[in-house]
């Protein structure tokens, strides 16, 4: 399925979205320690939010290899985070309807 029959048909939005990690910082000279959030990569999201722009990222080591649900979202597909985010092609990307109905039945369950 395409984007637009998605959003029309289940109400589910197919999103570019930016990965946060949190990372530790610690300055031996003035004994401080710190925890800081950047940036790690782009994810192609499957997701009921129509405004997400950001999701926490859980393990910036893994690869997407298949598709991850993770609080609320479905992570389809990374791209580096240098990748400009209007040169990926929503409305070309087709998802597995058999896929989208799964995701749903999870997110029904919780």
Known sequence: MKKKEIEEK????LKIVVSV????????????YSEYEDACRRILV?????ELEEVNEFDKN????SP???E???WLKEYNI???????DLDSIDIEE???????EKCNNY
Do not use: A, R, V
Not at 10 to 13: G, H, I, M, Q, R
Not at 46 to 50: A, E, F, G, S
Not at 62 to 65: E, G, R, V
Not at 82 to 88: F, G, H, Q
């Open 21 to 32: 990690g949190s990372f530790d910082n610690y300055n031996s000279f003035f004994n401080i």
């Open 46 to 50: 499957l997701t009921p939010y129509k």
């Open 72 to 74: 609320g979202n479905l």
């Open 98 to 104: 058999k896929l989208i109905c799964s995701f749903i």
């Open 62 to 65: 893994k690869k997407i290899d």
């Open 68 to 70: 991850i649900e993770h």
């Open 82 to 88: 240098l990748t400009n985010p209007e040169k990926i």
């Open 10 to 13: 289940y109400k589910l939005f």
